[in-house]
Every structure is written in structure tokens, then in C-alpha cells.
């Protein structure tokens, strides 16, 4: 398995997303994670680390990669 499938699949579980997800479903997730670990809401200390896996996760899952992993991979 090349590494874009590794990084998609890993950031779609970080989201608590299936791989086939689309942008909408995508965005709903991360919102309601992006609240539960926001550090000034959350004081759970490994909640700022969280909240940047979460971050990176939606910056990663844009509409371009998620045809490219449907169309070649799926």
C-alpha cells in the first residue's frame, strides 16, 4: 500500500469517517471533534495534541484528495 492510502485512510480514522466519505460528512465530524478537543474547552492535557490531529486530519481529507482516493484506489 503506497503512503497517500496510508495517510488518507489514517486521517479518515482520526476523524471517525469512512473512507468513502464525502466533504460534508468529513466536515460534520471534524466540527463536533475540533469542539471536544479545543484546548480552551477541553483542560484534558493531551487535548491540544489531539486538536492538531484533528486539525491536520480536515487539512489533509480536501475534496482533490478525495477523489483522487476513490478514483484510484476504491
Given amino acids: 500500500m503506497d503512503d497517500f492510502v496510508k495517510t488518507y485512510e489514517g486521517h479518515c480514522d482520526t476523524l471517525g469517517v ?13 466540527r463536533k471533534l475540533a469542539k471536544k478537543y479545543h484546548p480552551d474547552i477541553n483542560k484534558d492535557p493531551n487535548a491540544t495534541e489531539k486538536f492538531q490531529e484533528v486539525n491536520d486530519a480536515y487539512e489533509f481529507l480536501t475534496e482533490e484528495n478525495i477523489n483522487k482516493y476513490k478514483t484510484n484506489y476504491r
Avoid: S
Fill in 18 to 30: 469512512g473512507y468513502n466519505a464525502d466533504k460534508y460528512e468529513i466536515k460534520l465530524n471534524y
